[in-house]
């Protein structure tokens, strides 16, 4: 049997030096919720405000990572969870960069979500259920889905033929229905506060 030759080499530069420099911990919020429930809209206004602020940020988008990242990746059960794996190891990777990393992914089945929280240390996974009715979701529709998938021109959509398991202990639950991206943002800025995100760390 021979040795494997893949090893971890830790840089000389700590994730605490990074936090230093940047005058912030870093963490990740990682943002699940039906299609349409707004994840994208609340992610980078989170990050506007964030950036204003002067932190260091990056947003990891589930459409954006199917550019690139994850192209090969359909949509079976398998598939999404490969998805939701590779997004929360980059994620590790921004993390441990000193960035605050917004993941905006429907990932709608629980056993993935935790073993994505499961790759962070205590308090630096702060889960984010974008709560909205499904009903709202299929009004806005933003990019045709529901329609298709009541058609029966969509198979294995989340909310219509395939299931949504909702966070049953998330951080925060922001309910998009009920307020803006901008108030959505402020309760999420609210949270980083209150878990010392946006103190600097000594």
Not at 57 to 68: A, E, M, P
Not at 156 to 170: C, M, N, R, S, V
Not at 173 to 193: C, F, K, N, T
């Amino acid at each position: 049997m021979t040795q494997d030759p893949i090893v971890w080499h830790p840089s000389t530069i700590t994730r605490q030096d990074r936090n230093r420099l940047n005058g912030h911990r870093s963490g990740i919020l990682w943002l699940t919720g039906l299609s349409g429930a707004g994840k994208s809209t609340l992610a980078y206004e989170l990050e506007k405000q964030l950036h204003g602020r002067g932190c260091r940020t990056y947003v990891l988008d589930g459409d954006n990572v199917r550019h690139g990242l994850n192209r090969n990746l359909g949509f079976s059960p398998e598939d999404r969870s490969e998805n939701i794996r590779r997004v929360a190891e980059v994620a590790k990777l921004f993390v441990d960069a000193g960035f605050i990393a917004i993941v905006a992914l429907i990932s709608p089945v629980r056993l993935d979500r935790q073993a994505a929280r499961a790759l962070f240390q205590e308090g630096e996974f702060l889960e984010v259920y974008v709560k909205c009715p499904i009903e709202e979701c299929e009004r806005r529709d933003p990019k045709g889905l529901y329609k298709k998938a009541r058609a029966g021109e969509l198979k294995g959509f989340t909310g219509i033929d395939a299931p949504y398991e909702p966070p049953l202990k998330p951080e925060i639950v922001v309910e998009s229905s009920r307020h803006s991206p901008a108030d959505g943002a402020a309760q999420l800025i609210e949270l980083l506060g209150r878990q010392y995100f946006l103190i600097p760390p000594h």
